[in-house]
C-alpha cells in the first residue's frame, strides 16, 4: 500500500508565478489535510478537505491560495502570485476516516522556493 | 484542541531508553493523546496513541498517567534515528492536528 504521494518534492517559481502542489493520499482514506511549515517554524493547519468538499479552511489565507479535492484525482494546492514569503514546506496528510483516534498520514512533503 | 507542554529539548544517550514527557492538565474526558515525531527534512509521522491505558506499539510505548493529566512517550532503546522533534497532541475529534513546538530529541553516539 503506497503511502501519501507528493509532487513535485522540489518546486521553485518565481515572484508573481503561480504553484501547484499535488497530493495523492493514501488507498481508500478520502480526507485530506494541508499544512505548512515556514523555515524554522513549527507545522500549520491550512484546510482539511473530503472528497469535493471543503470542511475546515480556517488556517488557509484570504487571498491567493485554494484547494480542491476532486471527485477523481488528486488534492491541489494552489497559491496564485507567489511571494517570498510564500517558501515553506507544504505537507498533505490523510486519513481513513474523522475518528480521534484515526492518525493522519503525512507525505513528504514540496518545498516551494520563490525567487 | 486542549494545550500540550513539552520541554524544548532533551538529549540521551544511543541504545538507551528515552522517556519524553508532556503535561496536558486541561485535557477532556474525550481527549485522546497522540504522538508523532518529524525526522529531519522528512514530514511528520505517526508513532502512538492512547485514551486511558497504557500503550505498545513496535516503534514506542505511551504511559498515561491515572488522572490523564500527563503522559510519557517511552522509546525502549534509542537510536541514533529516533532523532527527531516529538509532538504530544490531544485530539478531539478527526479534524486538523494542532502542532505545538515539541521535543528536539538529541541522540548522542
Known amino acids: 500500500n503506497a503511502g501519501v504521494m507528493q509532487n513535485p518534492r522540489h518546486l521553485v517559481r518565481r515572484r508573481g508565478q503561480e504553484a501547484r502542489l499535488r497530493c495523492s493520499p493514501m488507498k481508500g482514506h478520502s480526507h485530506v489535510y494541508w499544512y505548512r511549515q515556514l523555515p524554522e517554524e513549527g507545522l500549520k493547519f491550512m484546510v482539511y478537505?473530503?472528497?469535493?468538499?471543503?470542511?475546515?479552511e480556517s488556517g488557509m489565507p484570504k487571498e491567493r491560495f485554494s484547494a480542491e479535492f476532486p471527485k477523481e484525482g488528486p488534492s491541489i494546492l494552489r497559491i496564485q502570485q507567489v511571494v517570498r514569503g510564500d517558501s515553506a514546506a507544504y505537507f498533505c496528510?490523510?486519513?481513513?476516516?474523522?475518528?480521534?483516534?484515526?492518525?493522519?498520514?503525512f507525505g513528504p512533503g514540496t518545498r516551494l522556493t520563490v525567487t | 484542541d486542549a494545550k500540550t507542554t513539552q520541554p524544548n529539548s532533551m538529549e540521551s544517550n544511543e541504545e538507551e531508553p528515552v522517556h519524553l514527557p508532556c503535561n496536558h492538565s486541561t485535557i477532556s474526558g474525550t481527549d485522546y493523546i497522540h504522538w508523532y515525531r518529524q525526522l529531519p527534512s522528512q514530514g511528520p509521522e505517526y508513532v502512538i496513541h492512547g485514551l486511558t491505558s497504557n500503550v505498545n506499539n513496535r516503534m514506542a510505548s505511551l504511559a498515561i498517567a491515572e488522572d490523564r493529566k500527563s503522559s510519557t512517550l517511552i522509546l525502549h532503546r534509542a537510536t541514533l534515528r529516533d532523532a527527531a522533534v516529538y509532538y504530544c497532541i490531544l485530539r478531539d475529534g478527526g479534524d486538523k492536528i494542532i502542532f505545538g513546538k515539541g521535543t528536539r530529541l538529541h541522540i548522542l553516539p
Open positions: 478537505l473530503q472528497k469535493e468538499n471543503i470542511i475546515d
Open positions: 496528510a490523510s486519513s481513513p476516516g474523522w475518528n480521534s483516534g484515526d492518525e493522519q498520514y
